[in-house]
């Protein structure tokens, strides 16, 4: 498993903790029909949806 696939899933599960649902490698297709991958797609709430996306990356120095 590489350094940035571990840090995809640290985060999925911080905001997991904190009451979102997490989907990591997502496809969306936009209104204008394009399409956006994400490395990581968190939503909470029904009705009044917050969407929060991240890409992540990791280098070393």
């Known amino acids: 498993m590489s350094y940035a696939h571990q840090f995809e899933v640290l985060l999925a599960e911080l905001y997991t903790r904190k009451g979102f649902r997490v989907e990591l490698n997502k496809s ?8 956006h991958e994400f490395d990581g ?11 929060l996306v991240f890409e992540a990356k990791y280098s070393m120095n």
């Open 41 to 51: 797609y968190c939503v909470r709430g029904k009705y009044r949806k917050k969407v």
């Open 28 to 35: 969306v297709v936009g209104r204008s029909w394009a399409k």
